[in-house]
């Protein structure tokens, strides 16, 4: 399947609005899937399943968000994630832009780097 940045936006775009209730305005690629979107974290499975379906793709668990990073002390200690972590988030998750976050690793802010750009750019190398 080869499809173009805006045809994945857009199907992405649609994922969200089924997955979470919101209008198409409010899936911009800036977007962040929880804070600006309201996605919970049963959210999350139903996103998944449902990008599996529209670009039929396989996406292992834990692949596109990996929240179990942060229950690993070597990668988050008191409320912030360590250089250790910040390495492990990048490898497991290229897809994200984490340069902003690793200015400032707060564990509550890492939900920021989860964006519908985000999730276009993990779609897009799945697809490739």
Do not use: W
Not at 63 to 80: C, I, K, R, T, W
């Amino acid at each position: 399947m080869s499809l173009s940045d805006e045809e994945i936006f857009e199907k992405v775009q649609e994922v969200m609005e089924e997955a979470l209730g919101v209008d198409d305005d409010e899936v911009t690629p800036e977007a962040t899937i929880g804070e600006d979107l309201g996605a919970e974290s049963i959210d999350y499975l139903d996103i998944s399943f449902r990008l599996e379906k529209t670009f039929d793709i396989k996406i292992g668990e834990s692949e596109m968000f990996d929240p179990n990073v942060l229950s690993n002390e070597e990668y988050a200690q008191d409320g912030v994630v360590t250089e250790a972590g910040i390495a492990a988030l990048r490898e497991k998750m290229p897809h994200a832009d984490l340069d902003k976050f690793a200015a400032d690793p707060q564990v509550d802010k890492l939900g920021d780097v989860f964006t519908v750009d985000m999730v276009c750019k993990f779609v897009k190398s799945k697809i490739s």
